[in-house]
């Protein structure tokens, strides 16, 4: 019973890239997923998250309008849009199953994310 991140990699500011969420051993609809990043020296953040449903979504104000979250139930798998990056996005990207957030929540509780899975590197840099 896993979450696997996926997709990280180094690009250069201003490109894009997709993180991927897969669950192997359990089902991702019946929960909110959240993407979280912990940059060197730095406390871990939440970045962005989506309800069970799909239905709402929040974002981070630092990645608001360049993150889109979006979830494939059919798959699994839970995808992370990252565009117009920027050398402050580069961090270890998580993420997280749980009761965090849900279509009623005007804000995510990032404290009732419980299952998590292992990190990506983003790295962005020219």
């Known amino acids: 019973v896993q979450l696997q991140a996926s997709g990280g990699g180094l690009v250069q500011p201003g490109n894009s890239l997709r993180l991927s969420c897969a669950a192997s051993g359990f089902t991702l609809d019946g929960y909110a997923i959240g993407w979280f990043r912990q940059a060197p020296g730095k406390e871990r953040e939440g970045v962005s998250c989506?309800?069970?449903?799909?239905?709402?979504?929040y974002y981070a104000d630092s990645v608001k309008g360049r993150f889109t979250i979006s979830r494939d139930n059919a798959k699994n798998t839970v995808y992370l849009q990252m565009n117009s990056l920027k050398p402050e996005d580069t961090a270890v990207y998580y993420c997280?199953?749980?009761?965090?957030?849900?279509?009623?929540?005007?804000?995510?509780?990032?404290?009732?994310?419980?299952?998590w899975g292992q990190g990506t590197q983003v790295t962005v840099s020219s």
């Open positions: 997280a199953a749980g009761w965090g957030y849900s279509d009623y929540y005007d804000y995510p509780r990032w404290e009732d994310f419980g299952r």
């Open positions: 989506i309800s069970s449903s799909g239905g709402s979504t």
